[in-house]
């Protein structure tokens, strides 16, 4: 007779032994990170490692960035993850150009619209706030000012002028926008790197090429002077935190100079770029993305930021003619 009740059930196999060693990963950076951007990426992240990496077209990326697009030609709903909520920001008009330029769409109607809203956004001096006044109701990251009358910061207004000037917009917006980087620039005296970075963006592709030659010269004595990029990975407790930024958190060269064509790059030797990109490229996370070195302050927007970050320390590794496999 055939048994039944508990006795007919399978016999339930013993699990796996749990000191079974952890085989190490050995696909390639660019197969890892791949791996991460279609498991945790947005769409328009997925649609931008597509056209960098597996040869995609630009279509994609630009549909993608409409989501973000506002009827006042800015855009919004999250595109910068740290700030929320759907209304336009500077901030987010800056990402969304920054796509259009890699994506090479970076001009006609869309340069227009966009210039637009940078016209609306602007302070009486021309220049772009960091977060306009307005939406407070959505959330945005502590570190993020929001007052009720912003003052224009070359943080906001450096790297947008920089994307259009390589693109060759011109737009009545754009003069007075220039006039106030080229002042920002040359009597930048912070120790701020993120205002050192956003002068880069500007300096890289402002008109007047001796005249950025020289600012960029005087940016770059002033950050070894005060030691505002790390040039001993490996000795990383020995370098202070850069003003305005959390322990740990630290400037290195490729930061500076992304690409090697870049003003930035004459800053640091040989030696020094190379310990920057092998310390970049030690940083690829067991999951194949790359950290967010920044304070974290909610779930969302760090994970969202992964997704950027990754790719950009990919096209960082691969413009200084680092394999990717």
Avoid: K
Wanted: aromatic share 6%; hydrophobic share 40%.
């Amino acid at each position: 007779m055939a048994e039944t009740g508990a006795s007919a059930l399978p016999a339930i196999p013993p699990p796996a032994t749990p000191c079974t060693p952890r085989t190490p990963d050995s696909r390639s950076p660019l197969a890892r990170a791949e791996r991460f951007v279609w498991l945790n990426a947005r769409v328009l992240e997925q649609r931008l490692f597509a056209y960098h990496f597996r040869g995609g077209d630009p279509g994609p990326v630009e549909t993608a960035l409409d989501a973000y697009r506002n009827e006042d030609g800015g855009y919004g709903h999250a595109l910068d993850p740290d700030l929320r909520g759907p209304v336009s920001q500077p901030l987010h008009t800056a990402r969304a150009l920054c796509v259009l330029d890699a994506v090479g769409r970076c001009g006609g109607q869309r340069a227009e619209r966009v210039c637009r809203y940078l016209t609306s956004a602007s302070t009486a001096d021309g220049a772009l706030p960091l977060v306009r006044a307005g939406g407070e109701a959505a959330p945005v990251a502590p570190f993020l000012p929001v007052v009720a009358d912003p003052p224009g910061e070359l943080l906001a207004t450096g790297p947008v002028v920089g994307l259009l000037h390589r693109n060759e917009v011109w737009h009545a917006w754009l003069f007075r926008a220039t006039d106030f980087c080229w002042q920002a620039a040359e009597s930048l005296e912070s120790s701020r790197p993120d205002e050192i970075e956003a002068a880069v963006a500007f300096l890289d592709t402002a008109p007047d090429r001796p005249r950025a030659q020289a600012a960029a010269d005087r940016l770059g004595r002033l950050v070894r002077e005060r030691r505002l990029a790390v040039l001993d990975p490996d000795d990383l407790r020995a370098s202070p935190a850069s003003p305005g930024r959390a322990r740990g958190e630290h400037r290195f060269p490729h930061e500076y100079a992304r690409d090697p064509r870049s003003l930035a790059r004459a800053w640091f030797t040989d030696a020094e770029m190379a310990r920057s990109l092998d310390f970049l490229a030690a940083e690829q996370e067991d999951d194949g993305g790359w950290p967010v070195r920044r304070p974290r302050w909610a779930p969302a927007p760090v994970l969202e930021a992964r997704g950027r970050v990754t790719i950009e320390a990919l096209r960082t590794l691969r413009a200084h003619g680092r394999p990717l496999g």
